[in-house]
């Protein structure tokens, strides 16, 4: 019921910027984002291999300004440094979430980057679990950070406890 309303808040997001991507879920959403943000190419699973790599790169070069997709299709191992604003609407998923932000969080990138999150008030709970698991995620890696500088800590000595034993047949 709410997808017109959310696809036409993406599309005038997406219309301040040179660039952008618009994460979606489902294809109702896709396709209608495409027809909404003027110059937007969808990928989407019905596109051949052959198809998602040549719009993908399209957009890593620039070609394409607009790129409409699921972040199961484009949220992994891609570089958009070009690229500093994106959409999306929330999941359960950190990982997805995390990965579609990723894509433009990259070494290079020149700007800060924009992430907006489309929801309605019906998904504030969706919006509210991403967000908790956000916050774990982010304390694990404070303690993950801690435990690695416990591990790396080099102690370097000269005095040595065992004495050397030659083979016999030395």
Not at 96 to 118: E, H, I, K, N, P
Request: hydrophobic content about 35%.
């Amino acid at each position: 019921m709410t997808i017109a309303g959310r696809c036409e808040k993406v599309a005038e997001l997406a219309s301040h910027h040179e660039h952008s991507v618009a994460w979606c879920h489902l294809n109702d959403e896709g396709d209608l984002l495409e027809r909404l943000i003027p110059g937007a190419v969808q990928v989407s699973g019905k596109d051949s291999d052959e198809e998602k790599e040549e719009k993908l790169l399209a957009f890593s070069s620039g070609q394409i300004k607009k790129l409409v997709t699921k972040p199961k299709i484009g949220a992994w191992g891609l570089n958009w440094q070009h690229c500093s604003h994106t959409t999306m609407f929330p999941s359960h998923s950190f990982e997805q979430y995390y990965q579609a932000v990723r894509r433009f969080l990259r070494f290079g990138q020149q700007s800060t980057v924009t992430v907006d999150l489309v929801t309605t008030p019906g998904e504030e709970a969706v919006l509210g679990n991403l967000q908790v698991k956000a916050s774990k995620a982010d304390e694990m890696f404070d303690r993950l950070m801690l435990h690695m500088k416990d591990a790396l800590h080099i102690e370097r000595t000269d005095q040595y406890s065992l004495t050397e034993e030659l083979p016999t047949w030395l």
